[in-house]
């Protein structure tokens, strides 16, 4: 009576014995044996140890681990059914990375200075030796004309500046006003302290100032056209009288409190 194989049942006919079987055994064992090099039985438990796979697709139908010391791959790598197309030189920049690699990014990108876009810097150190900036920013060092710029007296450190806030004292500097002349018709210390006027109509004045503002005014035309004053108290040796205006006057306003005084010094034909 034939025998079987441990592994895949191929039958053994018995020697000496089994007459007239021998070829049925052999005819289901070749049948077996083809089945499984043909793909149609797995084929398990076998121990490759040397030799070459071509042409094969491992774990196609039943995927299982697998232990390798060198993996190489000529076309498309797969993982997880996303096809890798990095090189294997872009790979090994990962060589070394312990941690998430968008956490770093993200956390590398905090605080830096991006070369386009506008971003506030607070308390930077930016040396002007060692870097390229635009043309248009002023420096530190050296003269320069700054047009239509505004410095924030409050928010900088400035050193030998007068400001229009707080108390300073001015030691040897040499104040001097412009010569404005005159468009509209209001008595304003902000335009300077020595204005100019031609009249070329009947005018009235207005007062703008504010206690403790003076200006001089030279007035030409004045007798040529009426002119109008603001309520004012006007300082001369005959008391408070408006004056007789020639073609060319002088005349100076000042104001205490909330009240305007005007005095006239004179004719400059």
Request: net charge negative.
């Amino acid at each position: 009576m034939a025998t079987s194989t441990p592994n895949y049942s191929f039958q053994k006919p018995t020697v000496s014995g089994d007459s007239g079987v021998w070829g049925g055994y052999l005819n289901a064992n070749w049948a077996s044996l083809d089945s499984l090099l043909g793909g149609d039985t797995v084929i398990t438990g076998i121990d490759i140890n040397s030799g070459t796979i071509d042409g094969a697709t491992v774990g196609a139908t039943t995927a299982a681990s697998g232990a390798f010391t060198t993996l190489s791959a000529s076309g498309t790598f797969t993982f997880g059914g996303v096809a890798i197309t990095a090189t294997g030189a872009e790979i090994n920049y990962l060589d070394g990375v312990t941690s998430n690699i968008q956490t770093q990014l993200d956390a590398s990108g905090v605080g830096d200075v991006t070369l386009n876009g506008v971003q506030t810097l607070t308390n930077k150190d930016l040396t002007s030796g060692t870097n390229t900036f635009p043309t248009s920013l002023a420096t530190l060092t050296g003269t320069e004309t700054l047009t239509n710029k505004t410095i924030a007296y409050g928010s900088n450190t400035l050193t030998d500046v007068a400001g229009t806030t707080a108390t300073q004292t001015l030691t040897n500097k040499t104040i001097r006003d412009t010569v404005y002349a005159l468009s509209g018709t209001a008595f304003d210390a902000t335009n300077g302290a020595v204005q100019t006027k031609t009249l070329a109509a009947n005018t009235t004045f207005t007062d703008s100032l504010t206690s403790g503002d003076a200006i001089v005014l030279q007035l030409e035309a004045g007798a040529s056209y009426t002119v109008t004053w603001p309520t004012m108290t006007w300082v001369t040796s005959g008391g408070n009288v408006a004056p007789t205006l020639t073609a060319k006057d002088t005349l100076v306003f000042w104001k205490v409190s909330s009240v305007l005084y005007g005095a006239y010094t004179g004719s400059y034909v």
